[in-house]
């Protein structure tokens, strides 16, 4: 495909903290509906954006249940980006900066990540066309 | 020819208690390291990090004290040393009631009007 480009996002942010969470995997989901390249490269709290115990939970203040909460994970958003990508073509590489799992105790990730350090990050700039950094402010 | 990155941190002191070091600049010695070409731009409250003689030390919750506090004005020197240009933004400077003696030294001082040009010798501007 001739413009089948590759991406490379940083995320720095924990899940659940504030909206550059969900614009990142919005713009993530968008490349891979595209099937482009997506890599990513998961840093310091974002290490807990596909964290495997996240647990989905009821909402008593809106009368929910579990079943009617029906509360998406963003490990669960991550497995279907993950997903959309087998459909498109689209290759994922989500890299999970080592230091920043251990240091968390995060190193339960869903399936179809890895482990990775900051060469990782080198070797993604170098094999992209483009870098956006999401940091935490 | 790796490409060039330009860092612009503009938060200061973002968890570096609790990391020990400023999480960019040790991002960017890292990926140094691992054969990145970098420069980072020093701007907003984070012109305070490569101020000299800060003394974090002595953090302790109960008995468990924290051991190597961070040292942001010499990694910013090893960042130097490692051959990374290190930029910080005059005005920012000048509106702390910092002056350029106050800093480590090897760091450039540009003035906001010289941004652009700065940007034009990087291929990528990442911003923190």
Redesign the interface.
Known sequence: MADKRTLTFVLMDPPFENARTTTALRLIDLAVKRGWNVNVFAYEGAVYVAFAKQTPHENKVHGHDLAAEDHPNTKEWVAAILAQAERTGAKVDWVQCGLCVDERGAGECIPGLRRGSPADLVAFTEASDNVLVIATK | M??K?LQVVE?AF??TLEEQDD??VW?TL??R????EFGVLLRGNAVNTAVRGQDPSGLAFGDRALRHHTDLAEDITRLIGKGVRVSVVAEDLAERGLRTEDLVAGLETIPRAALPDLFEKFD?V???
């Open positions: 790796p490409k990155i938060s973002r968890a999480t960019v991002l890292a990926m390291g691992a054969g990145g990528q990442w911003h923190w």
